[in-house]
Every structure is written in C-alpha cells, then in structure tokens.
C-alpha cells in the first residue's frame, strides 16, 4: 500500500510538478489546488472534466479536448504575467488525449512551429463583422517531436477544416527540453489585425476573453479560484 501511494504522488509530480514549476505561478495558487486534487483523485472530481466535442448550452464553440480546464484567461502565474487562453489538463500520457477544432475555419501551421496550429475564423460567430482566430498549442513532447496529425504538415496553409476535425494530442512542449510544460492543451482566441493576419498571441490584449465563446467562467476576474466547468 505504502509503495502504490508513493508511485501515485510520483505519477502525479510527473504530470503536474513540471507544469507549476514552469509557470511560477504567483496569484492562480486557488486553483492550482484543485489541480492536483484531481490528478490525485480523479474519480472523485469527474464534475470537473470536459468531454471533446461538448457543447456548454447555446455556445457557438464545441469544447476542443477532454480533461479539466486548470488555468483560465487572465490568470496570472508570476507578477507582471496575464495567461492569455485556457490550459486544459487531458490527465493522461504524452500524446494520447485528442485535440479537436472548436469551430469551422481555415488551418495554418508555420515552418516552424512545432507544437502549434492556428485556425482563422472568417465571421466571428458572436461578432459577423470581425475575424478571428483560435490558437492550439504545446501538441509535441519536450524534445519537439510533433502530435499534430500528418494531415497538417509544417508549412500547410488555409487549410478549410470543420468543428471536430482532429489535430493532434496533448504534449508538454515548452521550447526547452529541460523545462517542459505539464500535459495539456494551451488554446486562445486571438484578435485580427485588421489587415487579415493574426495578432502576436503571448499579449493578452491580441486575445479575446473565451468565456462567451464557449459558456463558460474563464474568466479570471469573474472567477478567481473555480474550475470551470460546463452547467446547463
């Protein structure tokens, strides 16, 4: 008994110990938590997950992964920092919980990202008048090997995609392989520039609050310590 409740705590330091040192988080303590409570217990906190392909009410966005949505928009890890999208926690291994596109658009991977892709939204569903476009990241392990599907190669532009088409999975890529994120998913909602290209996404005023998009709290000023989960 002694042995299984060691190797689960290191279980859960794995996935989640490299994650909460990678941020230094500061203020998002709350509901970093709660975090590892789940991961500690998931069965007993399964309220908290969202299911891939789940859609909270009338929201025009599906739910892009499943998992538990950790750390919201606005969030802040260390002073000065404001989290810019949504970490969505799958629980699982490198590469084996689904990522899947919340809405209709048009795919673009650059040559050299690694872990992401961006899908630009033509007609922002809340706003017509607008672009916008949805930001997935950190899909490749620490050493930079890519979860993105085949389909999606470096390099694929304006790729016509529907909601629920497959991307990738889940990994930990950080940039640096001595300092990988915890597994899971990072996805934002990045503002257009008004010339048709997508504004730098590590600024949160290029980024657009999720909540109404996909209806849900996400964010940090309306919900300071909850996970958010969907409740109709």
């Known amino acids: 008994m002694a042995r299984k409740l060691i190797f689960s705590t290191l279980v859960v330091g794995c996935i989640v ?8 988080m500061q203020s998002s303590g709350a509901r970093s938590v709660q975090v590892v409570r789940w991961f500690n217990n998931p069965e007993q906190h399964s309220d908290w997950e969202i299911l891939q392909g789940e859609r909270c009410g009338d929201a025009p966005f599906i739910l892009p992964t499943d998992g538990i949505i950790g750390y919201v928009w606005d969030d802040s890890f260390r002073p000065g920092h404001r989290h810019q999208g949504l970490d969505i926690f799958g629980g699982k291994g490198l590469g084996v919980t689904p990522v899947i596109a919340a809405y209709d658009g048009y795919l673009t991977r650059k ?3 690694t872990s992401a892709v961006i899908i630009r939204v033509p007609n ?5 008048e607008r672009q916008i476009w949805l930001y997935y990241a950190h899909m490749a392990d620490a050493a930079g090997n890519s979860y ?4 999606f190669p ?14 990738g ?3 930990n890529y950080s940039g640096d392989p001595v300092n990988p994120t915890g597994i899971h998913l990072h996805f934002s909602i990045v503002k257009d520039d008004g010339y048709g290209n997508f504004l730098n996404e590590t600024d949160i005023n290029n980024t657009y609050d999720p909540s109404p998009y996909l209806g849900m709290e996400l964010n940090a000023n ?6 958010p989960t969907c409740k109709e």
């Open 148 to 151: 993105i599907v085949d389909a």
């Open 124 to 128: 922002d569903p809340l706003y017509p």
């Open 222 to 227: 309306n919900n300071p310590d909850e996970i």
């Open 17 to 24: 110990g490299g994650y909460l040192i990678y941020r230094s």
């Open 169 to 171: 999975y889940q990994g």
């Open 154 to 167: 470096r390099g694929t532009t304006e790729v016509k995609i529907p909601a629920g088409t497959l991307l």
């Open 111 to 113: 040559q050299d990202w």
